[in-house]
C-alpha cells in the first residue's frame, strides 16, 4: 500500500500539520490502493508565505532563464513517463493509450510555453504610451481528477512563462500521480518556493487559497457549482480567475456528412476518458430522417467498444473513478428511462464479469428531448443522448438551448457548410470532422462553461497584468 505523507513548500518535501488522511482506491477493484495525509489551512497559508517570498526575485527573471526551466521541467516528466501511466491506470482507471496521451501532454506542456516566449511581447507601443505587461503575484493552482498531470503541468507552465509563482491544491482523489509529478518538478531544480504543492480537501485548502490576500490568481478546473463557489469567494480581494467549468458539448451531424465515419467519431468523443471529459460531446443531434440509419451505425460503434480492465492494450473504456460517480451515473441512466428516452444500447448496472470495479454500461439513448435532464445535465460518464432535428436550424438552436458552452462538434462532407454551422455555435472551442486539440490555441468556455482562456498565447495573458507607461 503507498502511504503519502508529505507536501511540498518552498523547495522540500515536508511533513503536512494536518493528520486528516484520505484512503485511495482502485477503481477497478475498489480494493485499498494507498493513503494520503491531507494539509490543512496553516500548511496553505506556509505555502503561500513561500510562494510570495519567492515572487518578487522570479517575476525579474530573464525570459532565457524561464525558457531553461521550462525545458528541464519538460525533460524530468518524461523521464517518469512510465511511472505516470501506471499510476493514471492505477488510480484513475484510464486505458492504457487515454493515459499516455494525457501524461505526454502534461510533459508536452512546458514546451508549448516555452515556444511562446520565444516571441511574446511583453512590452509594446500603444498610442503614445509603452503597455509592460507584467507577472500578477502568487498563483492558486486548483486541479481536478480526470486528467491530473495534465492540469498541473499546464497551469504551472503558464504560470512559469509569465513570471509568477504558485500555490497547487491538486485533488486528493490523484494522489499518486500527484506525488510523481512533484517529484518530477522538484528534480528539475526551479528556485525554492516557486511552486509549492498541498494535497488537501477543496473546502479546506482549495477555500485557503480562495480567500487569502496574498493570492492574486486563481485557475481553476472543475465543476460549475464549485467555480462558482470560487469566484464568490475570490471577489473579496479582487483576485483574477480562470474558470474551466463543465460542458454539455453539442455534436451535429450534418444531412451531407459521411455518417459511416461521423457516427463511430461520435462515439469516441461521448466516451473519451470512460466519458469523464468536459468536452465529452454527449448530446448527439442528428437529421430526423436518418435516425434508422444512425441507431445501426451507433450499434455497430458501441459493439467496438471495449469495457475492462484499463491496464489491458485492448481496453477502450476503463472504469469510473469512484464508487460515488459510478452511482451518480447509475442514477442519470435511470432518470433517461423514467422520463421516457429509450435504451439503444447499455443501461442500468455493470457490464458482466465486471461486477467488483466502478464499470458502466456504454449507453446510448434515443428518442431524447432537449427538456430531458439527460439533456441538459452533466453526467460525467459514458452515457450518449441522441436528439433529432427537421432542419438545420433547429439543430442550432438545440446546440445552443443549454446553459454550458465549452466545446462543440460539427460533421459534414463539405467543411464550408461546417464553419457555416460552427460560426453559430456558443462555444468556446468547436471541433470540424474532428477530435483533435490544438495546444497554442485558446481553450475555455461561453456562459456557465467558464471565465478566461487557458493554452498559448491567450492563457499566457491570463496570468499578466497591463501596467501603462507614459512620457
Not at 471529459?277 to 467498444?305: D, F, M, N, W
Not at 434515443?366 to 439527460?374: E, K, L, P, S, W
Not at 460560426?423 to 485558446?442: E, F, Q
Request: hydrophobic share 40%; net charge negative.
Amino acid at each position: 500500500m503507498k502511504i503519502i505523507d508529505q507536501i511540498y513548500i518552498n523547495g522540500a518535501f515536508v511533513k503536512p500539520t494536518g493528520t486528516a488522511t484520505f484512503d485511495l482506491i482502485s477503481p477497478t477493484t475498489n480494493q485499498l490502493l494507498g493513503r494520503v495525509t491531507l494539509g490543512n489551512e496553516a500548511d496553505t497559508h506556509q505555502a503561500i508565505t513561500a510562494a510570495k517570498a519567492a515572487f518578487p526575485s522570479f517575476s525579474r527573471t530573464t525570459l532565457e532563464e524561464r525558457r531553461n526551466y521550462l525545458q528541464r521541467l519538460h525533460d524530468e516528466v518524461m523521464l517518469r513517463m512510465d511511472d505516470l501511466v501506471a499510476a493514471s491506470i492505477a488510480e484513475y482507471g484510464a486505458p492504457t493509450q487515454r493515459a499516455l496521451g494525457s501524461n505526454q501532454l502534461a510533459a508536452d506542456s512546458f514546451l508549448h510555453y516555452k515556444k511562446v516566449l520565444e516571441d511574446f511581447p511583453f512590452r509594446k507601443i500603444v498610442g503614445h504610451s509603452e503597455v509592460v505587461l507584467e507577472p500578477l503575484g502568487v498563483v492558486g493552482i486548483i486541479t481536478p481528477w480526470n486528467a491530473n498531470a495534465s492540469y498541473i503541468c499546464n497551469k504551472l507552465a503558464t504560470a512559469i512563462a509569465a513570471g509568477c509563482t504558485a500555490v497547487i491544491k491538486p485533488s486528493e482523489m490523484s494522489a499518486m500521480q500527484t506525488q510523481i509529478v512533484t517529484e518530477c518538478l522538484h528534480a528539475a531544480g526551479l528556485p525554492p518556493g516557486v511552486f509549492n504543492i498541498v494535497n488537501g480537501l477543496g473546502d479546506v485548502v482549495g477555500n485557503a487559497i480562495t480567500h487569502h490576500p496574498d493570492v492574486a490568481k486563481i485557475s481553476f478546473t472543475g465543476s460549475t457549482q464549485v467555480g462558482k463557489m470560487i469566484a464568490r469567494g475570490a471577489v473579496d480581494t479582487m483576485k483574477r480567475v480562470t474558470l474551466e467549468l463543465g460542458g454539455k458539448s453539442a455534436n451535429i451531424i450534418l444531412e451531407d456528412a459521411d455518417f459511416s465515419k461521423a457516427i463511430p467519431m461520435a462515439v469516441a468523443a461521448c466516451f473519451m476518458n470512460n466519458g469523464q471529459a468536459c468536452i465529452a460531446g454527449s448530446r448527439l443531434l442528428i437529421p430526423e430522417q436518418r435516425l434508422e440509419e444512425t441507431k445501426t451505425l451507433l450499434k455497430a460503434a458501441v459493439e467496438q467498444v471495449k469495457v475492462g480492465d484499463p491496464a489491458a492494450d485492448s481496453t477502450t473504456l476503463g472504469p469510473l473513478v469512484s464508487r460515488k460517480q459510478y452511482e451518480r451515473v447509475q442514477q442519470y441512466i435511470q432518470l433517461g428511462i423514467t422520463q421516457g428516452a429509450a435504451v439503444l444500447t447499455g443501461g442500468i448496472g455493470h457490464p458482466e464479469g465486471l461486477e467488483a470495479g466502478n464499470f458502466v454500461k456504454p449507453t446510448v439513448f434515443t428518442g431524447v428531448t432537449r427538456d430531458m435532464r439527460i439533456a441538459n445535465e452533466e453526467i460525467f460518464g459514458p452515457v450518449l443522448s441522441v436528439i433529432t432535428y427537421k432542419t438545420e436550424e433547429e439543430a442550432i438552436d438545440i446546440a445552443n438551448d443549454t446553459v454550458y458552452g465549452l466545446q462543440a462538434y460539427v460533421s459534414s462532407s463539405d467543411e464550408k457548410h461546417a464553419r457555416t454551422v460552427a460560426d453559430k455555435i456558443v462555444a468556446g472551442r468547436v471541433l470540424i470532422n474532428s477530435l483533435n486539440h490544438d495546444p497554442m490555441a485558446p481553450f475555455g468556455g461561453f456562459k456557465q462553461s467558464g471565465i478566461g482562456r487557458e493554452y498559448g498565447v491567450y492563457g499566457l495573458e491570463e496570468y499578466l497584468e497591463p501596467k501603462t507607461i507614459i512620457v
